[in-house]
DNA sequence: TATTTTAACTTGTACGTACATCATCTTCAG
DNA sequence: CTGAAGATGATGTACGTACAAGTTAAAATA
């Protein structure tokens, strides 16, 4: 590598530049014909000397918009990169989860990244062994399901570490408020308000929820379902809500069963998920009663079960796939240096309600 | 980044011939007015496919003498263990695949190990793009499904490479039989003749059969349900049985639609899975005909979809997070050195009908 | 005003040429 | 037989052109 070489030197210029702050982190440099002017030079030698740059990591380019000064290059330790992007789940086999793996996956297959793979049973103990092998591999990324989140975390110092390692990491689905974390969610409280808020428009007064405690969607849910009676001015009646978490599932199933049974029955559910609403359509046949004839079902996340049935089911659908590419996509993006475009790190996704047969409106006077 | 791009294409080529290990460390490849001669391109796109080649470490450069294979590949086959094992699969979202996955996941972890995942969309050349990755990537074993088993397979010399760099690989599910690799697979034929074997039981002799062409589980589980036919002396009809390939489904099931509709219709009908099997089973819901009334569907996989339904399928089970389990410990025992017990390399399960509500017995005078 | 289309500008790919620089093998002189 | 000069062929630098493809903002249209 002759030191005297055009594009050297012109490598060195655009570096001086960097380095003395005239083009600040994120800040567009000069185009390609720009510097072929500037410096006298023909463009493929420009392109040369920015192709070291960006290999370097001083600088990104973007195709159709420009060349940009590369973000992370203050505290770059010079970790050089693995190409693997860590995924921490709670449940593998969980119906939901495949979609967003598989967006995952193909994000980063597509940019020529790997997935190395984990879950902890939403177990907290787990969760600390994944992140101690997560730290041990030599990972550029993580992306993690955060387990129990309702309750207090003790692996916060991990994540904390790895800010010091610099690995980027971000939460989906849930996050940890201590620490506020770069995160995807969706909007858990109005997906669990729209689904009340549609069974009340529906003329349904005794609302039944059911809801997972031991993880935050389940206790935002439970939030917008609250919230609904509230903005609706519906009294509250006692045993509305029956909590599960993950080990106490069936009995819970089992406490609804005599709720159906007693002559007070509500005339309308709303289910944590669709696993659940499916579990208590089970019931509800084997009671003879009839789905939405005698009870108003609505589900959550718009599974491949909400239309298994011959029911198909009422449920709140949020882009699962989607939130898996955003989430491959926005690691990247900060493994590279790129900046995203305005600045804000977590995204909400906004649910909507897809309403299919397994809710009705109820015939009485009373609805407008 | 265009994938047909020259210089990509010439790119991919040379990095086959290392992966595939016509080219090994150290080795000189052709010199750059060669492989414009072999590529019939410009000297221009052959040094850029080569640039990227160094940059990602692949190849090496000397001035004045050549270009060579990088010997950083050399390191792995001396390497120290990674505790790393791939797994690639065909689709990640499948409803029956996160069982498996759980499985092997849960020992690998138990025994320190990690899980690097790719998936194939069940598309050959991503197969080649998931080797590659793992080739690359230092891994100390492979679990493997294939892809398009059924058909023959042009990604062989990347598992002979694998063989030559001591890296163990296992096939579940499905195989090629020109390796004749090591293999947990599931008895795919006799599911197919116990599902059939069911039907006729139960006094059927018009028996539908819907099978995935493309991969080999669907073509044994077709075989077992041709066997059923002979060893019982059923005479044959036209159209009895239906095919579909990946990207047919839909068409498929619309076929299965019409077969319904005429009067002469089967009695009985055998799904490649769960999936398939509440497909049509919506299908014949639509037509207002009744399960098991009118037809008796046999699913297959015995998934959670199988007791969505209000009408719990009949279905034929193995087990899934079992081979998981199985697949990972064998392949950390070869790791490892340790001899498995009684010698042999590959498994096969036996699978079992779970009888429910979707099938039952004709009466003798209706049978015609 | 809101939306669509267009134009201008950006980087990406691909071809061509010429000469420089370095390593190695061949040839020839000693 | 040995050592130096030269021929050959490898990669490195540098110039040029052309068009493709993506982004953005101005202009035209509804």
Redesign the interface.
């Known amino acids: 590598m002759k030191e005297n070489s055009k594009y050297i030197q012109v490598k060195n210029q655009i570096k001086d530049w960097i380095l003395e702050g005239k083009v600040k982190p994120g800040e567009k440099i000069y185009s390609e014909n720009e510097l072929v002017k500037l410096f006298g030079v023909s463009r493929h030698t420009v392109r040369q000397a920015i192709?070291v740059l960006v290999?370097e990591g001083w600088l990104y380019r973007e195709h159709g918009s420009g060349t940009f000064c590369s973000n992370r290059l203050l505290q770059q330790t010079k970790r050089e990169s693995s190409k693997?992007i860590g995924v921490i789940t709670t449940y593998?086999?969980?119906?939901i989860?495949?979609?967003i793996?598989?967006g995952i996956?193909q994000y980063l297959?597509s940019q020529?990244y790997?997935?190395?793979?984990?879950?902890t049973n939403n177990d907290l103990e787990?969760e600390k062994?994944?992140l101690q092998?997560m730290l041990s591999?030599n990972i550029d990324g993580l992306i993690v399901e955060p387990t129990k989140s309702s309750s207090a975390n003790p692996n916060i110092s991990y994540y904390l570490n790895l800010e010091q390692h610099n690995i980027p990491y971000l939460m989906i689905n849930q996050y940890y408020k201590e620490i506020n974390p770069p995160h995807l969610v969706v909007d858990d409280e109005k997906g669990g308000f729209l689904a009340t808020e549609h069974l009340i428009q529906y003329g349904h007064k005794k609302i039944l929820g059911i809801f997972k405690s031991d993880d935050l969607q389940g206790v935002n849910r439970m939030k917008g379902y609250i919230d609904a009676f509230r903005k609706y001015n519906l009294p509250f009646f006692p045993d509305m809500i029956v909590t599960y978490t993950t080990e106490t599932k069936e009995e819970k199933i089992a406490e609804i069963r005599s709720l159906l049974e007693g002559k007070e029955r509500p005339t309308g559910l709303i289910c944590y998920n669709d696993d659940v609403a499916?579990s208590v359509l089970n019931v509800v046949?084997s009671l003879n009663l009839s789905v939405p004839g005698d009870l108003s079902i609505v589900g959550y996340d718009d599974s491949?079960?909400a239309t298994?049935?011959?029911?198909k089911l009422t449920s709140v659908s949020h882009p699962k796939t989607q939130m898996g590419i955003d989430a491959a996509k926005r690691i990247i993006a900060k493994i590279e240096g790129k900046s995203l475009e305005n600045g804000t790190d977590s995204f909400v996704y906004e649910p909507e309600l897809i309403v299919r047969e397994s809710t009705k409106k109820l015939s009485s006077k009373i609805v407008t």
Chains 1, 2 share one sequence.
């Open positions: 192709g290999h693997n593998m086999s969980d119906y989860f495949p979609s793996i598989r996956e297959s020529g790997s997935l190395i793979m984990a879950s787990k062994q994944c092998t591999k499916l046949r491949q079960l298994a049935s011959e029911v």
